[in-house]
């Protein structure tokens, strides 16, 4: 697909896929993704579906979900705690 873009290479997060198909060695070490970066990789993926999609009624449903996710990992970098997030997740 052409202009297709790898967002995981963007933000960087390659070395948080989990490694599907292999068994873990003990002592290989693998890094969990901060609430923060997943908040900021799902709102760039929203982002994008909104691009995409083909409906208005879709692309307002991404928009909405990306600005979310933006004021999400805008609270998580303020350092609210989870408990401060879902009370966000209510009231929408």
């Known amino acids: ?3 297709a873009v790898d967002i995981n290479r963007l933000l960087g997060v390659l070395e ?3 490694h599907w198909g292999r068994g873990f060695a003990f002592g290989e070490a ?3 993704e901060s ?3 997943y908040y900021r990789r799902r709102a760039v993926e929203e982002r994008m579906a909104a691009q995409r999609a083909i409906t208005e009624q879709a692309r307002a449903w991404h928009a ?3 600005a979310e996710f933006a004021e999400r990992a805008s609270l998580s970098t303020a350092g609210l705690a989870p408990a401060n997030l879902t ?3 209510a009231s929408a």
């Open 64 to 66: 909405k979900l990306a």
């Open 30 to 32: 693998w890094t969990m």
């Open 87 to 89: 009370s966000i997740a």
């Open 1 to 3: 697909m052409e202009g």
């Open 16 to 18: 948080h896929r989990a």
């Open 35 to 37: 609430n923060e970066r």
